[in-house]
């Protein structure tokens, strides 16, 4: 048996997004062209699969801290050609529905910008994980169909083998032993539209048909969504196949009502445009998963802070990430802001020991924290508010949702992403911001 060596990339980044669904969906009406709209719920939500009743909010502020270093460790460890690893499932926080086949039936899927396929449990199981809904079987499926080893498609993923039958078989790693294994296929997907459209069909979208998936999947997980910049991915395959590479989305924030779920557009409509948007280039890279971008500092309080204060600012030094929600930077930038914010605030930090050496304090309404404004090379400027910046892991206490780790590279991760529509125009590589309320959809 030929052993297969995995190295994916991602890092990280994982969002879940939630399509809401109409409900006949056994018409497969013909897909539209332009491009259509799903809803994005947060994984917290009690509405959510994902919902953990029994995580305390201090619990799910550590978790969240500790899924971006490990993103970052894996990220470099990827640099140096080390093991391979990638997302853990944990790492969720905003849920696809979407679904496959025909008969369709419903997929939740963890949708992760950091890496590139999209996978599902497959019958027959050869190893899977305990899943509530059941498990797709391609044999009951008119639209599905295997990929041969030796074509193109096959090798948009680098961890393939040959089977004796000519099958695609991939092997696909993640963060903490999480893996899937299977083979390499093609199926009809269908996205409800939320806003009330006829369902999308696509036919022919690539995906990993997974029978032995092991690691920390949860039973409500049906696979995951790679929503990363390479070819294979969810968003490279919509966009090719409506001829528009293109998708938003508006985060909705940690503390908001977890019942409210906003939009992700792809294609045509996904664009944002008029007053107050601002653009900056993504910097194409060799691990062309990442979505990298410049981040030349921020400002707070009209004090301008540089991401490096010795060098020069490198082109890429932090890519957006969905799937993480802490944003990450360099140790010595990261010391500098944190300073800064301190100062600018008239409290005295609380300390908890369960919330260890993040600055927090406490406060019975929210934190009065000044706006840190990033600067992106091409002159964006986005601006942070308090909502943005410091999260609540629980009751009366505001802690900054900033961390660092020893690394150049950072994270721009979701806390920062929120009330902010961030477009992706993967043909002019350019990532635009704007403001905007992500509860009014
Ligand atoms: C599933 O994959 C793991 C990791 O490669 C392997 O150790 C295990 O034997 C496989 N299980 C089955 C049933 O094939
Ligand atoms: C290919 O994948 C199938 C299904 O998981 C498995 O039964 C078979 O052993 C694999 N073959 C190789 C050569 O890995
Ligand atoms: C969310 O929706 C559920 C079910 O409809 C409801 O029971 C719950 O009160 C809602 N939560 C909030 C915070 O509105
Ligand atoms: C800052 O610039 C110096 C000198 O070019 C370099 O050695 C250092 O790694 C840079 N630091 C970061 C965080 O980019
Ligand atoms: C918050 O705390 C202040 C001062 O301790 C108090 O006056 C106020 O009533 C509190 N507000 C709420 C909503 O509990």
């Not at 009809?188 to 999308?200: D, L």
């Amino acid at each position: 048996m030929t052993s297969i060596v995995y190295l994916h990339s991602p890092i990280l980044v994982v969002i879940i997004l939630l399509f809401t669904f109409l409900s006949n969906l056994s018409a497969l009406p013909l897909a539209k062209k332009d491009g259509f709209s799903v809803d994005l719920i947060h994984r917290d939500s009690p509405n959510s699969p994902l919902y953990n009743a029994d995580e305390t909010p201090t619990k799910r502020l550590k978790n969240a801290f500790d899924r971006g270093v490990s993103r970052l460790n894996q990220f470099y460890m990827k640099q140096s050609n080390g093991p391979h690893l990638g997302v853990s499932s944990d790492n969720g926080h905003y849920l696809l529905k979407f679904s496959m086949g025909t008969p369709p039936m419903d997929i939740y899927g963890i949708v992760d910008t950091g890496s590139d396929l999209m996978w599902t449990q497959c019958q027959p199981c050869e190893q899977c994980y305990k899943q509530i809904n059941p498990v797709y079987n391609p044999k009951s499926s008119s639209t599905y169909s295997e990929i041969d080893c030796q074509s193109d498609e096959c090798h948009l993923l680098d961890t393939v083998s040959c089977s004796v039958q000519s099958l695609c078989n991939y092997t696909y790693g993640y963060a903490s032993n999480s893996m899937t294994k299977g083979v390499l296929s093609k199926e009809t997907i269908t996205f409800s539209s939320s806003s009330g459209g006829q369902p999308i069909s696509i036919p022919n979208i690539v995906f990993g048909c997974g029978h032995n998936n092991t690691g920390g999947f949860n039973e409500q997980e049906m696979g995951l969504v790679g929503l990363g910049g390479r070819s294979l991915s969810l968003a490279s395959q919509i966009g090719s196949f409506l001829g528009n590479k293109k998708f938003s989305y508006c985060l909705v924030p940690f503390h908001t009502n977890p019942n409210i779920s906003s939009k992700m557009y792809f294609g045509g409509g996904s664009e944002i445009t008029g007053k107050g948007v601002v653009s900056t280039p993504i910097v194409p890279k060799e691990d062309k998963t990442y979505y990298f971008v410049t981040m030349e500092g921020i400002s707070i309080r009209g004090k301008f802070l540089p991401y490096n204060s010795t060098g020069t600012i490198s082109k890429g030094n932090v890519f957006i990430d969905t799937g993480v929600p802490p944003t990450i930077l360099p140790q010595d930038f990261y010391k500098r802001l944190e300073q800064e914010v301190r100062s600018s605030i008239p409290m005295t930090p609380y300390q908890d020991p369960q919330l260890g050496t993040q600055l927090c304090y406490r406060s019975n309404s929210t934190i009065d924290a000044p706006i840190l404004t990033v600067h992106f090379d091409g002159g964006a400027q986005v601006p942070l508010g308090p909502t943005s910046t410091f999260i609540s892991p629980k009751q009366d206490v505001f802690c900054f949702a900033m961390s660092t780790t020893d690394v150049a590279v950072g994270i721009f991760g979701n806390f920062a992403q929120s009330n902010f529509r961030i477009s992706f125009d993967l043909e002019r590589q350019i990532v635009s911001f704007k403001q905007e309320d992500c509860t009014k959809g």
